[in-house]
T-cell receptor
Framework: AQRVTQPEKLLSVFKGAPVELKCNYSYSGSPELFWYVQYSRQRLQLLLRHISRESIKGFTADLNKGETSFHLKKPFAQEEDSAMYYC???????????FGSGTKLNVKP | DVKVTQSSRYLVKRTGEKVFLECVQDMDHENMFWYRQDPGLGLRLIYF???????EKGDIPEGYSVSREKKERFSLILESASTNQTSMYLCASSSTGAPSSYEQYFGPGTRLTVT
C-alpha cells in the first residue's frame, strides 16, 4: 500500500543552523515525490519536486530509492522558513496524491 | 496563474445540517480533489474527480458525497453534518498529462465547524 511517513511533528532549529525534514515512503511502482509548504495564513503550495532536481529557497531534496526516502534539506535555516511542510507521493491513475502527516518547522532567532 | 477558489473561508453549521462546499478552478484542469486537513493527520483524500460527472472515493469518503456537473466546479456535500466533520477542507486541481503537470494547485481552504 502507498504510504508517506514524516516521523517528526515538530522541528525547532536556530537561525543559521542546518535543517533536515525526514520523509520515507512505500510504493510499489515508480512514484513522483514532492514537498509542499504551507506558510501561516497561506494556501498549500508546491516547494519542489524530485524530477526537477532543483533548489528552491535554498532547499533541496534527493530521492533515495534504496532507502525509500526523500528528505528535505537546507544548510542554513532562515526565520521565514518557519512553516508546515508536507511530503507527498504521486502515482497511479488520475494524479492521485498521498500526503504525509506534516512537519512543523520552527526557526528561532 | 492557476487559481482555485473556495466559496467560504469559515463556516459554522449545526449537527444534522446539509452542508455544501464549493470549489472552482480556472485552468481547465481535468482532475479535482477534496481533502480534509487535521493536525497530526496531514491531508486525507475524501473524493476526487477526473472528469465531469465522474467521481472516485478517496481514503475517507464516509459521510461525504461530491458533485461535478461542470469541469471547473467540484462540490463537496455533507449530507448530515456531525461534530467529527469539524475540520479544514482543501480543494485542489491538477492537469492530466506529462510529469511536469502533476502538480496539484490548492485553494485557500474552508474551516468548517459543526456544533
Amino acid at each position: 500500500a502507498q504510504r508517506v511517513t514524516q516521523p517528526e511533528k515538530l522541528l525547532s532549529v536556530f537561525k543559521g543552523a542546518p535543517v533536515e525534514l525526514k520523509c520515507n515512503y512505500s510504493y510499489s511502482g515508480s512514484p513522483e515525490l514532492f514537498w509542499y509548504v504551507q506558510y501561516s495564513r497561506q494556501r498549500l503550495q508546491l516547494l519542489l519536486r524530485h524530477i526537477s532536481r532543483e533548489s528552491i529557497k535554498g532547499f533541496t531534496a534527493d530521492l533515495n530509492k534504496g532507502e525509500t526516502s526523500f528528505h528535505l534539506k537546507k544548510p542554513f535555516a532562515q526565520e521565514e522558513d518557519s512553516a508546515m511542510y508536507y511530503c507527498a507521493l504521486s502515482g497511479g491513475n488520475f494524479n492521485k496524491f498521498y500526503f504525509g502527516s506534516g512537519t512543523k518547522l520552527n526557526v528561532k532567532p | 496563474d492557476v487559481k482555485v477558489t473556495q466559496s467560504s473561508r469559515y463556516l459554522v453549521k449545526r449537527t444534522g445540517e446539509k452542508v455544501f462546499l464549493e470549489c472552482v478552478q480556472d485552468m481547465d484542469h481535468e482532475n479535482m480533489f477534496w481533502y480534509r486537513q487535521d493536525p497530526g493527520l496531514g491531508l486525507r483524500l475524501i473524493y476526487f474527480s477526473y472528469d465531469v460527472k465522474m467521481k472516485e472515493k478517496g481514503d475517507i469518503p464516509e459521510g461525504y458525497s461530491v458533485s461535478r456537473e461542470k469541469k471547473e466546479r467540484f462540490s463537496l456535500i455533507l449530507e448530515s453534518a456531525s461534530t467529527n466533520q469539524t475540520s479544514m477542507y482543501l480543494c485542489a486541481s491538477s492537469s492530466t498529462g506529462a510529469p511536469s503537470s502533476y502538480e496539484q494547485y490548492f485553494g485557500p481552504g474552508t474551516r468548517l465547524t459543526v456544533t
